[in-house]
C-alpha cells in the first residue's frame, strides 16, 4: 500500500518545482552519470550491509508452511492428563514457590473475556511447593515458528493473599518483510501471511495436597485424579 | 574528389512535390551558391544532400554511393540549419565535444576561439539562443567540423550586418584552410555572394540554373533612364522586370544570351550598370513584370485582379 | 597551410559506440528519471510499511510490514516509458546531426537502454536490499521470508534475473511503440486495433496466442530461462523496431 500522502506531498513538489524548470538549467548528463554512480556506491555498500545483518537477524526458525503442529499439548496434558509426556523443548517455563497456604485463587486477565481462556490442569505434588509450567504454544507465520517469542509470561503469586496471578497478555512487536512478487513464481516459500492455528496457554500447577484451588476469570480449570 | 550529384531527384511530402526532377552535379572544392525563393526546394535539396531524407524518385550520391542511410556519406556531411536540433540538454561545449568525437577532422580549438569571439558561453544551451547566435553557433560548428560536404541551410538569418561580415570571412578563411565543398543555400545572402564560385538556383522545386556564378552575374544587366530611350534599347531583348523609377523614368532588368555583350546607345541618357548575384536571382526568379510597383499600380487603376 | 579535407571511414561499431556515449552525456533525463524513481520507490517502500496487529488468546503480535516491490514496479515503469523518449523524432532528429546511419543508431540505443536496464535492475534490487536495513537495524524482531536454499543471496540473484528479464522486455516494447509513433501514430493506433481484432478471433477460436505467449515466456521454474527467453523476445522486438524504421526521414 502506498503511502498516499507521501505521494501527495511528491506531487505537490513536482508541481511547485515545474515553473522552475525553464530556470533551472537542466543538468549535464555526466554530472547525472556521477550521480547515479554514487547512488549505486551507495546501495553497493547498503545491500552488503543487508545480507550482513539479516544473517545475525533471523531470529526464528523456519518449519514450513505446509508443517502443522500437533495440537498435542492440550491433548496431552488437559484430556489425557499426562504432562511427563510432554518432551521438555516444550515446556516454556517452571517456576516453583513455597507456599504454606490452604487456598489458592487463579487470576487470569479478563479484558479479552473468554478469547483470553487459558487452560489450567492441576496435580497434587510435594508439600510447601507451588510449581507453575508453562507450556509453549507453537505458532507459525509465513513457514516460520515464532514459538520463541510468544511463551506466556511468567505468574506473580501473592502468598499473603493466596493468589497466582498468570502472565498479562504477551505482546510481540515483529518487523515482516515480503519477497518480492518477482521471486514468488520461482521461490517455494514465498510468503502468504499465513498464520497457524494457535492454542490457548496451557498450564500445569502443582500444588501441594490439601490446598483448594479456585479459578477468576477465563480459566478452565481442571484436575488430574492420580 | 568530391562529389555530390542529384539525378532526377525528386521528393513529394504527401502528395505536395517539392522537388522535381533535380539533376545537379556539384563537383571539387568550392562555395557553392544554392538560391531560391521561399519554398522553392533549397532545404528538400539540402536534405536530400545530407541524407535526412529519402527521393521519392531519382538519386542522390556522394562519396560513391546513395546518401540516404549511409554511413560513410553521413561521417563526411554536415548539415546544419536554423532548425537543427541538438540533445536540448546539452551546453554549447558539450555539444562541440559531440561533434569533435563524431567528426575526426572538427578543429575544437578554432571552434573555441570563434565562439569566444562571437560572445558565445560555453554554458548556454543551444534552445536559449538567440535566432542569430543560433545560425553564428551553427555556422561555426558547421565550418569547425570541417566535413568534405559541408551544407548551410539559410546560415545568415537573423544575424546583424558586423556578424555577417564576420562571419562571411570565416567561411573564406575556413575554405582556404580547409578546401571542401560548401553549399549554402538561402536567400538573404547578401556578403556571402562573392565566395560563390557556382550557384545554382531552384524555382517552384525544379533547377533553374546552374553555372559559374560570375558568368551568371553578368549575364543580368539593368538598363535605367527615359522610359522610351529603355524601351528602344530592350526591344527584343529577354526582360525580366521592368518598373517606373520616376515619372517617365523607368528601370529595366534584362537577360542576355550567354556570351552576348549589350551596346547601348550613346547619347540617349541610359545608364547601364551589372546585377549583384542576389538581385540577378531575385531577377530570375521574381513574379509578375513590374514588380511591387505593379501591384500598387493595379490597385490604384482597380484593374481586376 | 592548405590542408585538402579527405573522406573519413567511420565503422558501424565506432558509430554506435559514439551513440551509447552521446546517449549518457546528451540524454540525462533518462539516468536521472531512474535515479529520482528508485529514490522515491525507496521512500514509499520505508514510508508504506503497513501496521497490522493480531490477538490470539493472551498474546498480542503487532506486525509492521516491509515491501519493495513499488521499487520494481517504478524501475519496469521507467524500463517501458525510457524508450519512448530515446525514439521519439526530436531524439531522432538530433542524433542524425552526428555522423550516423540509422541501423547504428539503432544500435547505439540499443546497446545504452541495455547498459540502463543492466544498471537500472542492479540498482533496483540492491536498492530493495538496502531498504531491509531499515527493519533489519530496528528492535523489532525480523521475520524473513524464505529465500529458498541460496538464502538472501540466492534470493537477490533471482530478483536480479527475473527483474532484467521483464525490464529488457518493457525496454524492447517501449522501443518498438516509441520507433512506430515516430514513424506514424495512425499506424500505431491501426496495428493495436489490428491486434486486438487478430487476437480476439484467434480467443474465438479457442487458441489463446497471448496466454499460451505469456505461459512460453514465463511459465519457467528456472530464472535463467526466463532471462534467455526473455532477451529473445526483445531482441525480436529490437529487430521490429529496427527494421520498420530503416527508412525514416529527418526533417520532413
Not at chain 2, 575526426?104 to 576561439?113: I, K, S, Y
Not at chain 2, 522610359?227 to 527584343?236: W, Y
Not at chain 2, 542576355?256 to 550598370?273: C, D, I, K, R, Y
Request: hydrophobic share 45%; charged share 20%; proline share 5%.
Amino acid at each position: 500500500m502506498i503511502n498516499l500522502s507521501l505521494l501527495f506531498f511528491i506531487v505537490i513538489l513536482i508541481l511547485l518545482a515545474a515553473p522552475l524548470r525553464k530556470r533551472i538549467p537542466a543538468p549535464d548528463g555526466r554530472l547525472i552519470n556521477r550521480l547515479f554512480l554514487a547512488y549505486m556506491a551507495v546501495l553497493i555498500i547498503g545491500g552488503i550491509s543487508a545480507f550482513a545483518f539479516a544473517g545475525s537477524k533471523a531470529a526464528f526458525p523456519y518449519i514450513g508452511e505446509g508443517s502443522d503442529e500437533p495440537p498435542y499439548i492440550y491433548e496431552t496434558v488437559v484430556d489425557e492428563g499426562r504432562p511427563e509426556a510432554v518432551p521438555e523443548e516444550k515446556i516454556a517455563f517452571e517456576k516453583t514457590f513455597p507456599y504454606r497456604g490452604n487456598e489458592l485463587t487463579l487470576r487470569n486477565p479478563s479484558g479479552r473475556g473468554w478469547d483470553s481462556m487459558a487452560s489450567i490442569v492441576v496435580r497434587r505434588g510435594t508439600p510447601g511447593e507451588l510449581t507453575v509450567t508453562a507450556y509453549r504454544a507453537q505458532l507459525l507465520m509465513d513457514g516460520y515458528d515464532l514459538s520463541a517469542a510468544t511463551a506466556p509470561k511468567p505468574p506473580v503469586l501473592d502468598q499473603n493473599a493466596g493468589e497466582l496471578a498468570l502472565g498479562d497478555y504477551q505482546s510481540v512487536d515483529i518487523s515482516r518483510i515480503d519477497a518480492s512478487f518477482l521471486t514468488v513464481p520461482l521461490l517455494a516459500g514465498g510468503s502468504s501471511g499465513s498464520w497457524s492455528s494457535w492454542e490457548s496457554p496451557v498450564y500445569l500447577l502443582t500444588v501441594p495436597d490439601g490446598v483448594s484451588v479456585s479459578a477468576e476469570g477465563p480459566i478452565e480449570l481442571t484436575e488430574i485424579k492420580e | 574528389m568530391i562529389q555530390l550529384e542529384f539525378e532526377k531527384a525528386e521528393k513529394r511530402f504527401q502528395g505536395k512535390t517539392a522537388l522535381r526532377d533535380l539533376t545537379l552535379s556539384l563537383e571539387g572544392e568550392k562555395i557553392v551558391g544554392l538560391l531560391g525563393r521561399n519554398g522553392a526546394g533549397k532545404t528538400t535539396a539540402m536534405k536530400l544532400a545530407a541524407g535526412f531524407l529519402k527521393p521519392t524518385g531519382g538519386d542522390v550520391r556522394a562519396f560513391g554511393g546513395p546518401v540516404f542511410n549511409s554511413l560513410l556519406a553521413s561521417a563526411n556531411t554536415i548539415y546544419l540549419s536554423e532548425d537543427t536540433r541538438f540533445p536540448y540538454t546539452l551546453t554549447l561545449g558539450g555539444i562541440i565535444d559531440e561533434l569533435a568525437r563524431a567528426y575526426p577532422n572538427f578543429d575544437r580549438g578554432l571552434a573555441t576561439r570563434l565562439m569566444d569571439y562571437f560572445t558565445l558561453p560555453s554554458f548556454m544551451k543551444h534552445a536559449s539562443l538567440s535566432k542569430g547566435m543560433r545560425n553564428t553557433f551553427n555556422l561555426i560548428a558547421g565550418l569547425t567540423a570541417r566535413c568534405p560536404l559541408t551544407l548551410l541551410d539559410e546560415p545568415l538569418n537573423g544575424m546583424d550586418a558586423a556578424v555577417r561580415k564576420d562571419l562571411t570571412s570565416v567561411l573564406l578563411k575556413e575554405f582556404i584552410e580547409a578546401p571542401r565543398l560548401i553549399v549554402v543555400s538561402g536567400h538573404q545572402l547578401q556578403g556571402l555572394e562573392d565566395l560563390f564560385e557556382e550557384v545554382a538556383i531552384i524555382d517552384k522545386g525544379r533547377l533553374l540554373i546552374h553555372e559559374e556564378a560570375d558568368a551568371f552575374k553578368e549575364r543580368f544587366k539593368r538598363i535605367s533612364g527615359k522610359a522610351d530611350a529603355v524601351g528602344a534599347a530592350t526591344e527584343g531583348l529577354r526582360v525580366l522586370s521592368r518598373r517606373q523609377s520616376l515619372p517617365g523614368m523607368e528601370e529595366t532588368v534584362i537577360e542576355m544570351e550567354p556570351g552576348t555583350a549589350l551596346f547601348a546607345p550613346s547619347g540617349a541618357g541610359l545608364t547601364v550598370s551589372s546585377l549583384s548575384l542576389n538581385d540577378a536571382y531575385i531577377a530570375l526568379t521574381g513574379g509578375m513584370e513590374g514588380g511591387i510597383d505593379r501591384v500598387y499600380a493595379d490597385t490604384a487603376r482597380k484593374v481586376k485582379p | 597551410m592548405s590542408t585538402l579535407i579527405q573522406p573519413a571511414r567511420l565503422s558501424r561499431k565506432d558509430a554506435a559506440v559514439r551513440q551509447i556515449t552521446r546517449n549518457l552525456a546528451s540524454r540525462p533525463g533518462i539516468v536521472g528519471s531512474l535515479l529520482a524513481l528508485q529514490l522515491a520507490g525507496m521512500l514509499f517502500s520505508i514510508s508504506s510499511s503497513d501496521d497490522s496487529s493480531n490477538a490470539f488468546g493472551n498474546l498480542n503480535i503487532h506486525i509492521q510490514n516491509f515491501n519493495s516491490d513499488i521499487i520494481i514496479v517504478l524501475t519496469l515503469a521507467w524500463a517501458f516509458l525510457a524508450p519512448l523518449y530515446l525514439t521519439g523524432r526530436d531524439s531522432f532528429e538530433s542524433d542524425m546531426v552526428f555522423a550516423n546511419d540509422r541501423l547504428t543508431r539503432h544500435f547505439g540505443n540499443i546497446g545504452y537502454l541495455a547498459l540502463i536496464v543492466l544498471a537500472g535492475s542492479l540498482t533496483a534490487v540492491l536498492a530493495c536490499l538496502t531498504v531491509l536495513l531499515i527493519p533489519l537495524l530496528g528492535s523489532r524482531e525480523v521475520l524473513l521470508p524464505e529465500f529458498g536454499p541460496w538464502g538472501l543471496s540466492g534470493h537477490a540473484l533471482i530478483m536480479f534475473t527475473v527483474l532484467l528479464s521483464y525490464a529488457l522486455l518493457a525496454a524492447g516494447l517501449g522501443y518498438l511503440i516509441g520507433t512506430l509513433l515516430g514513424l506514424s501514430r495512425l499506424l500505431v493506433i491501426g496495428l493495436f486495433l489490428l491486434g486486438l481484432i487478430f487476437l480476439g478471433v484467434l480467443d474465438d477460436t479457442g487458441w489463446h496466442l497471448l496466454g499460451r505467449f505469456a505461459h512460453f515466456l514465463f511459465g519457467n521454474e528456472q530464472a535463467a530461462l526466463l532471462l534467455i527467453k526473455a532477451a529473445g523476445a526483445s531482441a525480436i522486438l529490437f529487430a521490429i523496431a529496427v527494421i520498420s524504421s530503416n527508412r525514416q526521414e529527418a526533417g520532413a
